[in-house]
């Protein structure tokens, strides 16, 4: 095997340029796709990290069907209890439960209609970022305080401050009207406008009280960093349930299906480009490795004559196909994690991306994916390409007879 | 009677890596009007590097040519060219022909360039390549045609445009006896009937005994 | 050198099926990239269209007109009276193929089980049924039949959420122009069914009649959707209206969805950059293989040389080749990618991908669409592109030293 390395090697170099040209487009698809690929799931990542920790969670237990169709009856009993029996059972800490209603919100001189959420005062912000962007006043001082925390959006709209009083009409649990007056003390802004005019907070159990719960509540959001690991904590969770036939464990991607299903499109369309791509490198560099075995048609006849069958030439062509796209995949990645280590470092923007981040809630620069399968799953597209490709000129080489092979030029 | 080519004192070194070699040292040549020469001498006795020196392909070191009235040592890369198309034609060893270009289609080529109207070129290149006995394989490329058939249409293109000098450089050396000596008579045909002058290198005995002036070359010097 | 260009042209044609084999690879990866370019900008304009069409049809129109502060602010307070004279004159422009005045507000639709927010329109069932997708969507019931008519139009999902059908009586709540909060019964007399979930619960219809009358606007509206003859003029028809309505609030499509504009931009250049990718990958083979075509014709070009013939002619005759190879390979691309483009009809379904394609403004069918100037653009780029870096092999060629070239075997 050394000695046939050796010769491959070697062989390499005969055409130093047409070997360097030819690595450099194997070099430069490899590039190209670790800084694409990388890029993209950098950010999806950004895109999940940041749905699922401003509001939503890693994942969320419901009354079954509440998820299609949210209904204020659709809700779980004794929420509170519950979700300390999966905090113990879990050991889990992210924990906190809500319950959702809806009501017309006026101010001294307006009226809105928007969601109302009713959260645990000392877990919401262990779940979500919201209570962490309130940017006047405060976060709730307890469960049943009469309090009500509004976004800055809202606000205005509303035109109220700190202090003012809203009052809520809705219709509770039971049908009948649900109404209460409740002082502003806080005022948070997410930077995303729509969030924050939709959505006003209030203590869990002000909102059982007001929207007649019985106890009752909607979700219980169990947040971790580690969204790849969701159906871990997921089957921990169920565990933590024990038999509650009527409540289902959901995680980020059943919660938000549409921001599943676009990244899924995304990806999709991003790896029909990719494989386009490696198929035009592969014929571009196909009459590489078909003109080295054709031009060396006389060698060979002297192998064959010599003795060599030609399943030993074949493994030698293949060899030095695979040799100078490994060496080119070698350079390739090199080039294409540095990049991406200098923008995993200092970030990436792009014309645009301010006003879409502000618009999808997120940071206003990404970072590449620095993980094992967002590097070497495109190099790993090429060597598969490129390996059918050298495959063609080895078989050609069955064909020779020895007699005629040497009589070539 | 009038030189077609002289060469006074040309020297030609060319340099491999560190070590220079001389291909031609201080060679004289004066070749007349009419005249068919013929180069003799042992491989790397620099008759190669004279001929391509004369066809303006190579430059010389140091000394002057003078060919066909044009100072070559004075010329640019362009004028050389021009030169070469209107005043010399070449024969090489390995036949050289385009070989995607059929037997007509190359002979016509340098016409083509000279700007010789269609009609006309068509006309004189069916001629010649009667001439040198190819009449009825015009139609053929290179690679249909044996290796003394390749060589007749390069002498064809060498001489159909009346060029001042046929520079040829061992024309008969991948040839059999018989086609080798059917060549020689037929460049010796054109020497006699069309006056057109011939310089050929070779160690070809039998081109030697063809030949009006005989002279051998040793170390990149003309000894007789 | 005016002579020889026949001469050229053949020598290139024959030139590039000398080795037949070699020429096919070679144009398989100029046809795959030529299609790859071709079909990617066509679904790319697909998708802008899409998103365009989308936007325009969403009730946006190309041009909006508003009273100042309501966009920041979009309630009752922000109305301007539809009836004055500037206006009417404004809206006769010949460029304006409709317009649609609405009254458009908060407001809570509630049955009686379920309520929800909701935006509340006001709109003229003649000036709107040739406006957006609303009358071309009602799938039960029917549409207005007058401006005054007391019934109300929601979508197919608004109405399982509410728990309502058609003829049942839902009662709608918001605040008029007096700061009071009105209510009022209405009766569903029409259900849509739309491309996209958000607008069938976002949005309930009313008549203009009825929305006047229950917020007391008597002539006043919220805003005036506009629609052109020709979108290419929506920047000078919004010139024109910006000068002869100075006390409005007179906005392009764009400003109103820039989420829409913003995916354009993005798949404009996203596109460009797309092709000058595939040009690369495509270019080291194209470069390789004339190199190769070059190099083993290295006793040629001497010969050439030899007989007379300048560097400029062999620079031209490489060149050439590389240029009907270009274009051949570009023929058969932009054929390639007009049939696939013809195959696949209407566009490619992507349903798969459901709500993502929401979150990205899309429909289920994305269409190719292929336009003349992305044609342009794509073929313009494999053409100049390839022809500048064909000069390299063409300039080694016209640069051989014709006493080595042809001595050489």
Redesign the interface.
Known sequence: MGATFRLAWRNLWRNPRRTALTMCAIAFGAVLLIFSIGLQLGQYDMMIGSNVRIYQGLLQIQHLGYLTDPKIRSSIPNILALTQQVRDRTGLKNISARANGFALVSSAKRTYATAVVGVESAHEQRVSTLPGLVKQGRFFSADNANEVVIGAALAKNLQVALGDELTLLGSARDGAVAAAVLPVVGIFESGNVDLDRSMIQIPIATFQDVFDMEGHGHSIVIFEEDFKKAALFKSQVIQALGTQAELVVLTWDQLQPGLKEMIDLDYSAGWFMYIVLVAIITFSILNTFLMSVLERTREFGIMLALGYKPFNIGRLVMLEALILTLFALAIGIAIGVAINAYFYHYGLTFQGMEEMAKIYNLPASIKPQMSVNAILSGPALILAFTSIAALYPAMRIRLLSPVEAMRKI | MHAVVSCKNVKKVYKQGAIEVIALADADLTVDEGDFVCLSGPSGSGKTTLLNIIGGLDTPTAGEIIVADNRLHTMSKSQLAEMRLHHIGFVFQAYNLIPVLTALENVEMVMQMQGVAKHERAQRARQVLKEVGLEGLENRKPPELSGGQQQRVAVARAIVSNPKLVLADEPTANLDSKTAENLIDLMRHMNTEHGVTFVISTHDPRVMHHAKRNLSMVDGRIVA | MN??Y??VA??AW??LW?NP??TT??L??IV??AW?MIV?AA?ARGMSKQVFDNAIDNLTGHIQIHAPGYL??P?IDYAFDSAQTTLKTALSDPEIAQFSPRVRV???V?S???????TLLGIDPVTEAKMSFLRKSIVAGNFFVSARDPGVIIGKKLA??LETALGRRVVI???DAH?K?ADRGFRVVGIFDAMMDAQETGFAFISLGAARQMLNLENRVSEIAIKLHDPAHTDATLERLKLQLPALDVRAWYKLD??AK?FQ??WE?STFV?HL??F???G??????I??AVF?RT??F??????????G?ILLQVWLEALLLLIIGLAIGNLVAWLSVLATGDGID?S?????????KLSKVIPFVLTARDLLIANAVVLILGLLTCLYPAWRAARL???HA??R?
């Open positions: 002579k020889g026949t001469l053949a020598l024959r030139n000398r084999r070699r690879v070679i398989f990866a795959l990239g790859a990617m679904y920041e602010d309630v908060p407001a809570v509630a009686e089980r379920e309520s929800q927010g909701v399982e959420r709540m918001t605040q700061s909060i820039m989420l913003l931009d993005t250049g797309w990718i595939v690369l990958a495509m080291f083979g194209i470069v390789n293989t190199l190769m083993e006793r040629e001497g010969l050439f040389q030899a007989l007379g013939l300048k560097p002619f992507v798969a991908f459901g709500q993502g394609l929401e979150m990205a030293v014709p006493a042809i001595t075997i």
